[in-house]
Protein backbone atom coordinates (compact mmCIF):
# COMPACT_ATOMS: atom_id res chain seq x y z
CA UNK A 1 0.00 0.00 0.00
CA UNK A 2 1.10 3.67 -0.81
CA UNK A 3 0.26 6.40 1.57
CA UNK A 4 -0.65 9.93 -0.20
CA UNK A 5 0.18 13.06 1.84
CA UNK A 6 -2.17 16.04 1.20
CA UNK A 7 -0.53 19.11 1.99
CA UNK A 8 -4.02 21.44 2.37
CA UNK A 9 -6.47 20.38 4.26
CA UNK A 10 -10.10 18.93 2.88
CA UNK A 11 -12.97 17.65 4.15
CA UNK A 12 -15.29 16.02 1.73
CA UNK A 13 -13.57 12.31 0.82
CA UNK A 14 -14.05 12.62 -2.99
CA UNK A 15 -11.59 15.77 -3.02
CA UNK A 16 -8.86 13.95 -0.26
CA UNK A 17 -8.51 11.12 -2.90
CA UNK A 18 -8.29 12.83 -6.02
CA UNK A 19 -4.65 12.71 -6.76
CA UNK A 20 -5.07 8.96 -5.21
CA UNK A 21 -8.11 8.71 -8.19
CA UNK A 22 -5.93 10.02 -10.69
CA UNK A 23 -3.00 7.67 -9.95
CA UNK A 24 -5.08 4.54 -9.72
CA UNK A 25 -6.87 4.95 -12.35
CA UNK A 26 -3.68 5.66 -14.54
CA UNK A 27 -1.30 3.06 -13.19
CA UNK A 28 -3.53 0.57 -11.39
CA UNK A 29 -1.54 1.52 -7.63
CA UNK A 30 -3.30 0.91 -4.51
CA UNK A 31 -2.85 4.34 -2.27
CA UNK A 32 -4.24 5.89 0.38
CA UNK A 33 -4.74 9.31 0.82
CA UNK A 34 -5.03 11.81 3.90
CA UNK A 35 -4.56 15.31 4.48
CA UNK A 36 -2.37 17.82 6.81
CA UNK A 37 -4.77 19.44 9.45
CA UNK A 38 -5.47 22.64 9.70
CA UNK A 39 -3.86 24.35 6.67
CA UNK A 40 -6.83 25.23 4.69
CA UNK A 41 -4.76 27.38 1.91
CA UNK A 42 -2.24 24.58 1.79
CA UNK A 43 1.65 25.59 1.62
CA UNK A 44 1.75 28.78 -0.28
CA UNK A 45 5.30 30.16 0.90
CA UNK A 46 8.01 29.76 3.86
CA UNK A 47 5.73 30.06 6.45
CA UNK A 48 2.83 27.77 5.72
CA UNK A 49 6.05 25.02 4.52
CA UNK A 50 7.35 25.62 7.77
CA UNK A 51 3.99 25.00 9.81
CA UNK A 52 3.26 21.99 7.21
CA UNK A 53 6.32 19.99 7.94
CA UNK A 54 5.85 17.93 11.28
CA UNK A 55 2.54 17.47 10.20
CA UNK A 56 3.58 15.43 7.26
CA UNK A 57 6.06 13.87 9.33
CA UNK A 58 3.21 12.55 11.64
CA UNK A 59 1.03 11.32 8.80
CA UNK A 60 4.38 9.20 7.27
CA UNK A 61 4.64 8.10 10.65
CA UNK A 62 0.79 7.27 10.86
CA UNK A 63 0.83 5.51 7.47
CA UNK A 64 3.74 3.40 8.23
CA UNK A 65 1.71 2.23 11.30
CA UNK A 66 -1.40 1.44 9.02
CA UNK A 67 1.30 -0.74 6.67
CA UNK A 68 2.54 1.68 4.06
CA UNK A 69 5.77 0.47 2.58
CA UNK A 70 5.87 3.49 0.29
CA UNK A 71 5.03 7.69 0.58
CA UNK A 72 4.00 10.35 -1.88
CA UNK A 73 4.13 14.04 -0.82
CA UNK A 74 1.89 15.41 -3.32
CA UNK A 75 3.03 18.76 -3.46
CA UNK A 76 5.73 20.55 -5.69
CA UNK A 77 7.46 21.38 -3.40
CA UNK A 78 8.99 18.52 -1.92
CA UNK A 79 8.09 19.33 1.54
CA UNK A 80 10.10 17.42 4.40
CA UNK A 81 10.90 14.37 2.16
CA UNK A 82 14.36 14.05 3.55
CA UNK A 83 13.22 13.96 6.94
CA UNK A 84 10.27 11.34 5.88
CA UNK A 85 13.16 8.77 4.54
CA UNK A 86 14.95 9.10 7.67
CA UNK A 87 12.21 9.04 10.47
CA UNK A 88 10.00 6.41 8.86
CA UNK A 89 12.90 4.31 6.83
CA UNK A 90 10.13 4.19 3.72
CA UNK A 91 10.64 5.15 0.01
CA UNK A 92 9.35 8.53 -0.43
CA UNK A 93 8.62 10.27 -3.93
CA UNK A 94 7.72 14.05 -4.23
CA UNK A 95 5.81 15.57 -6.55
CA UNK A 96 8.25 18.60 -7.45
CA UNK A 97 11.22 16.36 -8.29
CA UNK A 98 9.87 13.88 -10.02
CA UNK A 99 8.03 16.49 -12.19
CA UNK A 100 11.44 18.00 -13.19
CA UNK A 101 13.04 15.09 -13.63
CA UNK A 102 10.57 13.87 -16.22
CA UNK A 103 10.66 17.26 -17.52
CA UNK A 104 14.21 17.09 -17.89
CA UNK A 105 14.57 13.86 -19.71
CA UNK A 106 13.02 15.08 -22.86
CA UNK A 107 16.02 18.21 -23.24
CA UNK A 108 13.11 20.61 -23.82
CA UNK A 109 13.43 24.00 -21.91
CA UNK A 110 10.57 24.11 -19.49
CA UNK A 111 8.58 27.18 -18.34
CA UNK A 112 7.46 26.50 -14.78
CA UNK A 113 4.17 28.24 -13.25
CA UNK A 114 3.34 27.96 -9.55
CA UNK A 115 1.36 29.31 -6.57
CA UNK A 116 4.83 30.42 -4.62
CA UNK A 117 6.66 34.06 -4.98
CA UNK A 118 9.94 32.11 -6.59
CA UNK A 119 10.20 28.79 -8.42
CA UNK A 120 9.99 25.44 -5.62
CA UNK A 121 14.04 25.16 -5.69
CA UNK A 122 13.86 21.48 -6.07
CA UNK A 123 12.32 22.33 -9.55
CA UNK A 124 14.61 24.75 -10.61
CA UNK A 125 17.93 22.56 -9.09
CA UNK A 126 16.72 19.47 -10.87
CA UNK A 127 16.00 21.55 -14.67
CA UNK A 128 19.29 22.89 -13.87
CA UNK A 129 20.47 24.38 -17.47
CA UNK A 130 16.80 23.78 -19.23
CA UNK A 131 14.65 25.75 -17.14
CA UNK A 132 13.69 28.43 -18.72
CA UNK A 133 11.75 31.18 -16.48
CA UNK A 134 8.96 31.00 -13.99
CA UNK A 135 5.79 33.02 -13.94
CA UNK A 136 3.02 32.91 -10.64
CA UNK A 137 -0.09 33.96 -12.34
CA UNK A 138 -1.60 36.87 -11.23
CA UNK A 139 -3.76 36.67 -8.40
CA UNK A 140 -3.07 33.23 -7.95
CA UNK A 141 -2.00 33.26 -4.26
CA UNK A 142 -2.82 29.86 -2.94
CA UNK A 143 -4.34 26.48 -3.98
CA UNK A 144 -7.74 27.94 -3.35
CA UNK A 145 -7.48 30.35 -5.80
CA UNK A 146 -6.84 27.81 -8.97
CA UNK A 147 -10.91 26.62 -8.20
CA UNK A 148 -12.20 29.81 -9.85
CA UNK A 149 -12.58 30.80 -14.13
CA UNK A 150 -10.74 33.66 -13.28
CA UNK A 151 -7.41 32.24 -11.85
CA UNK A 152 -7.72 29.33 -14.25
CA UNK A 153 -7.58 32.00 -17.37
CA UNK A 154 -4.63 33.70 -15.43
CA UNK A 155 -3.00 30.31 -15.21
CA UNK A 156 -3.55 30.08 -19.46
CA UNK A 157 -2.18 33.82 -19.45
CA UNK A 158 1.13 32.47 -17.65
CA UNK A 159 1.26 29.34 -19.82
CA UNK A 160 1.42 31.84 -22.80
CA UNK A 161 3.94 34.18 -21.71
CA UNK A 162 6.36 31.28 -21.14
CA UNK A 163 5.78 29.75 -24.35
CA UNK A 164 6.36 33.30 -26.06
CA UNK A 165 9.77 33.38 -23.71
CA UNK A 166 10.69 30.29 -25.69
CA UNK A 167 9.98 27.68 -23.44
CA UNK A 168 9.56 24.57 -25.04
CA UNK A 169 7.14 22.46 -22.50
CA UNK A 170 5.18 23.57 -19.06
CA UNK A 171 5.76 21.86 -15.73
CA UNK A 172 3.13 22.54 -13.22
CA UNK A 173 4.76 23.67 -9.81
CA UNK A 174 1.67 22.97 -7.99
CA UNK A 175 -0.23 20.05 -7.58
CA UNK A 176 -3.38 21.98 -7.38
CA UNK A 177 -3.41 22.47 -10.88
CA UNK A 178 -3.81 18.66 -11.60
CA UNK A 179 -7.12 18.65 -9.15
CA UNK A 180 -8.31 21.59 -11.55
CA UNK A 181 -7.12 19.41 -14.46
CA UNK A 182 -5.27 22.54 -16.18
CA UNK A 183 -3.57 19.96 -18.55
CA UNK A 184 -6.71 19.79 -20.48
CA UNK A 185 -7.60 23.23 -20.74
CA UNK A 186 -4.12 24.40 -21.77
CA UNK A 187 -4.22 21.48 -24.84
CA UNK A 188 -7.17 23.43 -26.48
CA UNK A 189 -4.74 26.48 -26.36
CA UNK A 190 -1.34 25.54 -27.19
CA UNK A 191 0.94 22.84 -28.80
CA UNK A 192 3.28 21.94 -26.02
CA UNK A 193 3.72 19.36 -24.09
CA UNK A 194 2.67 19.83 -20.48
CA UNK A 195 4.25 17.95 -17.09
CA UNK A 196 1.37 17.50 -14.85
CA UNK A 197 2.96 16.85 -11.42
CA UNK A 198 0.14 14.68 -9.94
CA UNK A 199 0.69 12.21 -13.17
CA UNK A 200 4.67 12.87 -12.63
CA UNK A 201 4.28 11.50 -9.00
CA UNK A 202 2.53 8.90 -10.24
CA UNK A 203 4.54 7.63 -12.60
CA UNK A 204 7.52 7.96 -10.80
CA UNK A 205 6.29 5.85 -8.20
CA UNK A 206 4.74 3.25 -10.77
CA UNK A 207 8.31 3.02 -12.39
CA UNK A 208 10.48 2.77 -9.23
CA UNK A 209 7.92 -0.25 -7.83
CA UNK A 210 7.07 -1.86 -10.71
CA UNK A 211 10.33 -0.96 -13.36
CA UNK A 212 13.81 -0.82 -13.43
CA UNK A 213 13.40 1.13 -9.71
CA UNK A 214 13.32 -1.72 -7.48
CA UNK A 215 16.98 -1.13 -7.05
CA UNK A 216 16.75 2.46 -6.33
CA UNK A 217 13.96 1.53 -4.21
CA UNK A 218 16.04 -0.67 -2.19
CA UNK A 219 18.75 1.79 -1.49
CA UNK A 220 15.75 4.43 -0.88
CA UNK A 221 17.33 6.95 -3.13
Known sequence: MIG???????????????????????????IKSACIPNQYNG???????????????????????QGCTDLIVSCAADPAIEQLREETG??????????ALIARSTGKKTGV?????????????????????????????????LLTSVGQENCITA??????QGAQQILF?????????????????????VIDAVDAEGSMVNFYLNGNGSQFRRNRL
Open 113 to 145: IGITSIVPTVIEENLDELFAGYIKPKNINNTND
Open 159 to 164: VKQLIE
Open 90 to 99: LFVIGAGSSA
Open 43 to 65: IHNDETEVLAVPKILELGKQFKE
Open 4 to 30: LIRVVTLERPEEVNRHAQVIEKKYGLS
Open 173 to 193: ACTGMGTINLKSLLQEVIDVP
